[in-house]
T-cell receptor, first 114, second 111 residues
Framework: GENVEQHPSTLSVQEGDSAVIKCTYSDSASNYFPWYKQELGKGPQLIIDIRSNVGEKKDQRIAVTLNKTAKHFSLHITETQPEDSAVYFCAAKGSGGSNYKLTFGKGTLLTVNP | KAGVTQTPRYLIKTRGQQVTLSCSPISGHRSVSWYQQTPGQGLQFLFEYFSETQRNKGNFPGRFSGRQFSNSRSEMNVSTLELGDSALYLC??????????FGPGTRLLVL
């Protein structure tokens, strides 16, 4: 089955700096890659996603890049703010049938220091 | 639209008991997936229902079961609870095969 590796497990940055979180996946048939942000006591919240026919997607301070050949994708947060502090999860999903499920990375605890 | 709702939010049970958790998806969403989240194992897929049929199942023992009703609401049941079942149980809904939106979860503590 699919395996998703996420690095780093913890990341501390100064306010205003950029943060980058990287994930690799094992199943070349995976075609959908969402990123979730989870704050304490809450469920994961989708922040951005990308499909396999796109190499990059941007939404204000957040961007995701996908390299299908290398089977890795990354989350980039620019101009970080204290409210960006949370646990971030990457995930990969197959194209349907028995592959229709999200496989998650272990998460990255991002701390933005004021 | 209202988001995914899960009840109860918190639950304390003892070993050997059983528990039923409920999930109401976003209006119009017909797919409901369940995940278990623990500090050690992270987010793990339990099962997914679409139009009252289980479409996928994760690698969990048969003590974990679920069902979906005609209004797309879903329940999951865990029988003969073990200490290791203590976790945050998350439900996510999606429209057809698109983005999954998560609820706030039910935190289960097994004593």
């Amino acid at each position: 089955g699919e395996n998703v590796e996420q690095h780093p497990s913890t990341l501390s940055v100064q306010e205003g700096d950029s943060a980058v979180i990287k994930c690799t996946y094992s199943d070349s048939a995976s075609n959908y890659f969402p990123w979730y942000k989870q704050e304490l006591g809450k469920g994961p919240q989708l922040i951005i996603d990308i499909r396999s026919n796109v190499g990059e997607k941007k939404d204000q301070r957040i961007a995701v890049t996908l390299n299908k050949t290398a089977k890795h994708f990354s989350l980039h947060i620019t101009e970080t703010q204290p409210e960006d502090s949370a646990v971030y999860f990457c995930a990969a999903k197959g194209s349907g049938g028995s592959n229709y499920k999200l496989t998650f990375g272990k998460g990255t605890l991002l701390t933005v220091n004021p | 639209k209202a988001g995914v709702t899960q009840t109860p939010r918190y639950l304390i049970k003892t070993r050997g008991q059983q528990v039923t958790l409920s999930c109401s998806p976003i209006s119009g969403h017909r797919s409901v997936s369940w995940y278990q989240q623990t500090p050690g194992q992270g987010l793990q897929f339990l099962f997914e229902y679409f139009s009252e049929t289980q479409r996928n199942k994760g690698n969990f023992p048969g003590r974990f079961s679920g069902r979906q009703f005609s209004n797309s609401r879903s329940e999951m049941n865990v029988s003969t609870l073990e200490l290791g079942d203590s976790a945050l149980y998350l439900c996510a809904s999606s429209h057809r095969e698109e983005t999954q939106y998560f609820g706030p979860g039910t935190r289960l503590l097994v004593l």
